[in-house]
């Protein structure tokens, strides 16, 4: 056999070797998974300008993103109709925490909350933009960002549904950002 016909068989091995634990990774039957974190002890700060005016606007009943504002009229930003596509990707991304943020309270911190939860609970099959891996890059980054906000002091319940959302987000994210678009929402994916 000539080196190209060696090295065509060393490389077809190795992919054949590959694929199943390849598969064996990105697959739910894992037996072999890591825990859960169970807490967090480090937060990466988010360093981007904060508008503390959006709990204001929801006070009012308007939830504002993307350049769209939408009437709430009383009900959580979860249930509505998205004014736009790109309207529904930021509610999803969870960026605008860093605006809660802004307006730190008690009360705040229950609203933060209780949006995370609606949305944890509104979300639990993976389809439509909520589940775009660049949406859940996105989302993961502001969570962690934002753990104080939505994690100081929280009941373990909470804590524990957050924690174990958190966990399935990143489980998604390790397994398929190669199949996430070229470009920026690969590198977030990553």
């Not at 504002?69 to 004014?83: C, D, K, M, N, Q």
């Amino acid at each position: 056999m000539d080196d190209a016909g060696a090295d065509h068989a060393s490389t077809t091995a190795g992919w054949a070797s590959r694929g199943p634990f390849a598969f064996l990774r990105r697959s739910r039957l894992r037996r072999h998974r890591p825990a859960a974190a169970e807490e967090l002890l480090i937060a990466p700060p988010d360093l981007r300008t904060q508008d503390p005016s959006l709990v204001d606007e929801i006070d009012a009943g308007m939830f504002g993103l993307a350049g769209c504002v939408a009437l709430l009229h009383g009900r959580s930003p979860f249930t509505i109709e998205p004014p736009n596509a790109d309207w529904e990707r930021e509610l999803h991304g969870f960026g605008w925490l860093r605006n809660l943020e802004a307006g730190r309270s008690l009360d705040v911190e229950t609203l933060a909350r209780e949006l995370v939860r609606e949305w944890i609970a509104g979300n639990r099959r993976r389809q439509g933009r909520a589940w775009a891996l660049d949406v859940v890059a996105r989302r993961v980054i502001a969570w962690l960002s934002h753990a104080a906000l939505l994690l100081d002091g929280a009941d373990k319940r909470p804590y524990s549904a957050i924690m174990r959302s958190l966990d399935e987000q990143v489980m998604l994210l390790s397994t398929a950002w190669r199949s996430a678009s070229d470009g920026y929402p690969r590198l977030l994916a990553v």
